[in-house]
C-alpha cells in the first residue's frame, strides 16, 4: 500500500470553483501523420481544443475529469468537510484531488483512499491503495485506511469500448453493478454512491438495487461530460443499511 503524506490542502484556499477561466485558446488543426491514424488524429485535436483539458493542466489536476465530480458536488453537495471518501479506480487522481481539496480531511476527521490496480502517484491529503477493489481484502482494507465505513463511494470507472455501443453498454453498467456490490460493505447508514453509466435501457438491475438500498437516486450528466458521449452518473443518497 502506498500511502501519500496525510493532511488537507494548503490552509486558506478556497472552495475550488468548477467553471472554466474565461480565456479561451484558438482552436488548434491537427493534421495527420505518417504513423498516425485518422482517428488518434481527431482525438489528438479534440483534446488540444477541449478547455477543461487546459484548465486541468492549468490548475494541476490530473484529468479533466476533475471537472465533473466538481460540477456533481456542486449540484447534490456530496463532499462534506470531514467526510469519508472512496475513489474506486482513481487512476490518474483527478477525482481523488477533488476529493481532498473539497472535504478537507486532517487527522482523526475525515479521509480520502483511492483504490485503483494500476499504480497511482501519490496524492498530497490522501491514502492510496493499488489493488483490484474486487480482492477478497479490499474491504477491510479501505475501512482500515479510512477509519470507518465510508460516507461516499465513488466510481468514474469505464470499461474499455468496443465501438458497438449495446455491448459498451453493458459492460459499464455490469462495472457500475460491481461497484455498487462493493459498496454496500463499506458505506456507512445514510451514505452516498456516485457511478458513471451510459445512456440506455440496461440499467434496471441496478436502479432496483439503489432504489431499495437509497433514500433518493438521480441521474445527472455534468457539463463537463462531452455531449457528444453518452456517460451520464446515477447518485443516490441516503443509504439504508442492512
Avoid at 117 to 132: F, M, N, Q, R, S
Wanted: hydrophobic share 40%.
Amino acid at each position: 500500500m502506498a500511502t501519500a503524506r496525510k493532511g488537507g490542502p494548503v490552509g486558506g484556499k478556497k472552495r475550488p470553483e468548477s467553471g472554466l477561466g474565461s480565456g479561451r485558446a484558438a482552436g488548434v488543426r491537427v493534421h495527420t501523420a505518417k504513423r498516425r491514424t485518422a482517428a488518434s488524429t481527431q482525438w489528438l485535436q479534440r483534446q488540444l481544443n477541449d478547455p477543461y483539458v487546459a484548465e486541468a493542466k492549468k490548475r494541476g489536476y490530473r484529468s479533466r475529469a476533475a471537472f465533473k465530480l466538481m460540477q456533481l458536488d456542486d449540484r447534490f453537495r456530496l463532499l462534506k468537510p470531514g467526510a469519508r471518501i472512496v475513489d474506486l479506480g482513481c487512476a490518474p487522481g483527478g477525482w481523488t484531488q477533488i476529493a481532498v481539496e473539497r472535504t478537507k480531511p486532517s487527522p482523526g476527521k475525515g479521509a480520502v483512499v483511492g483504490i485503483d490496480v494500476l499504480e497511482t502517484d501519490a496524492i498530497p491529503g490522501a491514502t492510496v491503495i493499488t489493488l483490484d477493489f474486487l480482492d477478497p481484502t479490499a474491504p477491510e482494507r479501505l475501512k482500515a485506511a479510512l477509519g470507518g465505513s465510508a460516507d461516499v463511494v465513488l466510481s468514474d470507472m469505464a470499461a474499455p469500448t468496443t465501438g458497438h455501443a449495446p455491448t459498451d453498454h453493458l459492460r459499464i453498467v455490469g462495472l457500475a453493478e460491481t461497484a455498487y456490490d462493493f459498496a454496500r460493505e463499506v458505506l456507512a447508514p445514510g451514505g452516498t454512491f456516485v457511478a458513471k453509466v451510459f445512456q440506455g435501457g440496461a440499467e434496471g438491475v441496478l436502479l432496483a438495487a439503489l432504489k431499495r438500498d437509497f433514500a433518493i437516486v438521480r441521474h445527472a450528466k455534468p457539463p463537463a461530460s462531452r455531449t457528444d458521449s453518452a456517460e451520464m452518473y446515477v447518485v443516490a443518497t441516503g443509504f439504508r443499511a442492512g
